[in-house]
């Protein structure tokens, strides 16, 4: 990515992660990405993309809950390919977003953003922006993992 980061010259994990937390009990919101109004999964990456990068790169199309189901395309996981960089599942790190399967052979359909090696940041449905343990729950369905662009 060629984005010019607008906050620093280097971006470190620790404020992507810094910067999830000021998302913590933002509502669950379908489609949405606005801090503290409102969000769902990806619309808590795509705020945390805003902070540091400024526009998104691409534009999200509308979708339904279960557009993953409907259409059996890999969606997600095609804009994480051209946005994020990827890395090894034993490598991911604070800071790193993780994507979710949530069952087997299915399309991913969650993501989340790892505080700690225990633990992640995400929206849940029904709920607001939690930070969840990474359970055996999450473990069995963790799928990829991707680094935000210019990471220290």
């Known amino acids: 990515m060629t984005e010019i980061l607008k906050h620093s010259k280097h971006l470190t994990r620790l404020q992507i992660v810094e910067a999830a937390f000021t998302w913590i009990d933002t509502p669950y919101q379908h489609q949405a990405s606005v801090k503290q ?25 509308p979708y339904t809950a279960n557009w993953a189901e409907e259409n059996g395309q890999e969606t997600l996981l095609h804009a994480a390919e051209q946005c994020l960089q990827s890395c090894l ?58 680094s935000f662009p210019g990471l220290d």
């Open 89 to 146: 599942k034993s490598q991911t790190q604070a800071g790193d977003v993780i994507l979710f399967r949530m069952q087997a052979q299915s399309p991913v359909k969650h993501m989340a953003i790892m505080s700690a090696p225990d633990r992640i940041i995400h929206a849940y449905w029904g709920r607001a922006v939690v930070e969840s343990f990474l359970v055996p729950y999450w473990i069995r369905r963790w799928s990829h993992s991707f």
């Open 37 to 61: 109004a409102g969000c769902d999964c990806l619309g808590l990456i795509r705020g945390i993309w805003r902070e540091f990068y400024g526009r998104e790169p691409m534009s999200v199309p």
